[in-house]
């Protein structure tokens, strides 16, 4: 790529040709603010936050969106720069419900942020408010329309990343809206819960549904047997709500958190990844082995799950059939745990900490209840926990570090390596390798599974059989890679989903990264380096060979894919409408 000479701000730089204003500002150190913009999601130049004036030019430009060309001579910083984008935010903040101290942002809002920076400190635009709406019908997901700036990130990595399409603009002008169609609820329409929508918002019309008072309640209620446990991806998360670098590993201090927020007992869900390796590799291996349905698909992504069910219903049969790692561990936790201590499951009080909106949806389904009562009684985000342990006034970072309970605690590399795109196939592969081929494998790193590529394909080789295999991330990259399986140009046995970009590790209830953060680090490869660290250190990395996981079945579950492991780990799907749907569909 050929190079442009430019001047801004009285300083000559040379930048790539396909360089906008904005990324050639940026890259010496020149701040432009934005709202809309979000790299490779949201390029539009809306919210007009990024004015800059341009030589020669009539009017002041979007830096977002204008094209470096030769001789171009830019100034971000003139009056005329600074009073437009303040009245722009001024604009901004007379039609939104400035109610910042109860405001689920408060702290981490970028429209907060730029009105401090930009020094606002009265709105002179008081007047009519577009008619808001409070969206309560999901599980999952509140939209608080009296926050909402118009921006369209939530529109944009819904229908462009995603490839759901179930937010959109409505009206025009000062009436312009963002939400479903025909103002239906979140609910009523074919939202998949992914919280990617949430991820991307600069400000908080759209948030989780909390359930934090709910675990408060139960944690207080002395009939109660409450057990916590947490996802692999948290863990390579959690510790940027208390300021620790992106990427720390906060396994240790996760685990003595939740003992002092007063848990009975604090279990990984790790343990299940591992389970569900055996029960999802022994399913692999009972297709290939019996003309089964193939390709078969993983199972353990909620939102995933959900879009195949509405968009893809054809596909239901090659789902795997194992429920997902927090559900199979709820379930054993009512059933085995129970009765080793001798706990009623209605007694016993399941809170899983996900990194997941759509975890909180996958809860409630009525099929999710192996004992007659749910296998997860509440779900947390990362968010939601790092709430609670500051609520409870816990010096997080000074905690030393604890492990989890057993015998549900005990763990391998590959469950925590789950968390990361290509983590599932590459665990499966791991144990599926050994199993069919008797021997020890030499080296378990399949590294052409993992990486941050929309779509990986790798062809795997376990002697006399050849598997093929294809991972995909983002329901957007899953739709296209089941679109050349439906037309017959593409061919596998087995096929990894995961319904948010860069799997668990950027789900929708991962602590927020402000646009400036996504335009400047690699989020996915960040966070996911953090599980595969720790997946390095681990002294058994196979999840065939988790001596707990041997235990359990030795003790309780018999063997892989047995009667009684059907009826406790596994489940079914339901094919629903992709138009508009009922309430709680």
Known sequence: MSNVTITIDNKKIQVPADSTVLDAARAIGIDIPTLCFLKDINEVGACRMCLVEVEGARALQTSCVLPVSEGMVVKTNTKAVREARKATLELLLSNHNRECLMCARNGNCELQTLSNEMGIKEIPFEGEKTESTLDLSSHSIVRDTSKCIVCGRCVSVCNNVQQVGVLGFSNRGFETTVGPVFDKGISEVACINCGQCIAVCPVAALREKDAIDYVWDALENPNKHVVVQTAPAVRAALGEE??????????????????????????????????????????????????????MITSCSPGWIKFCEHYYPE?????????????????????????????????????????????????????????????????????????????????????????????????????VIFGATGGVMEAALRTVAEVVTGKELENIDFKQVRGTEGIKEAEIDLGEL??????????????????????????????????CPGGCVTGGGQPYISAKDRYTKDVMKTRAKALYNEDMGKAIRKSHENPMIKKIYDEFLEKPNSHKAHQLLHTHYIKRDKYIVNINN
């Open 315 to 415: 596909f239901l049969d090659n789902l795997s059939t194992c429920k997902s790692p927090h559900e199979m561990l709820g379930a054993l936790i009512k059933s085995y745990y129970a009765e080793k201590n001798n706990i009623k499951p209605e007694d016993i009080y399941v809170v899983s900490i996900m990194p997941c909106t759509a975890k909180k949806f996958e809860a409630k389904r009525e099929e999710l209840a192996a004992t007659g009562y749910p296998d997860v009684d509440a779900v947390l985000t990362t968010r939601e926990l790092a709430k609670m342990i500051k609520e409870a006034r816990i010096d997080f970072n000074n905690l030393e570090d604890e492990d989890f309970d057993d015998v549900l605690g005990e763990s391998t590399g590959a469950g």
């Open 242 to 295: 208390f300021g620790l670098p992106m990427g720390t590993s906060v396994t240790g201090k996760m685990a003595a958190s939740l003992r002092r927020l007063g848990f009975d007992k604090v279990f990984d869900t790790d343990f299940a990844a591992d389970l569900t390796i055996l029960e999802e590799g022994y399913e692999l291996l009972s297709r290939l082995k019996n003309n089964g349905k193939l390709p």
């Open 466 to 499: 050849k598997v093929k295999v294809a991972v995909a991330h983002s329901t957007g990259k899953a739709k296209e890679l089941l679109e050349k399986v439906k037309s017959g140009e593409k061919e596998y046995h087995f096929i990894e989903v995961m319904g």
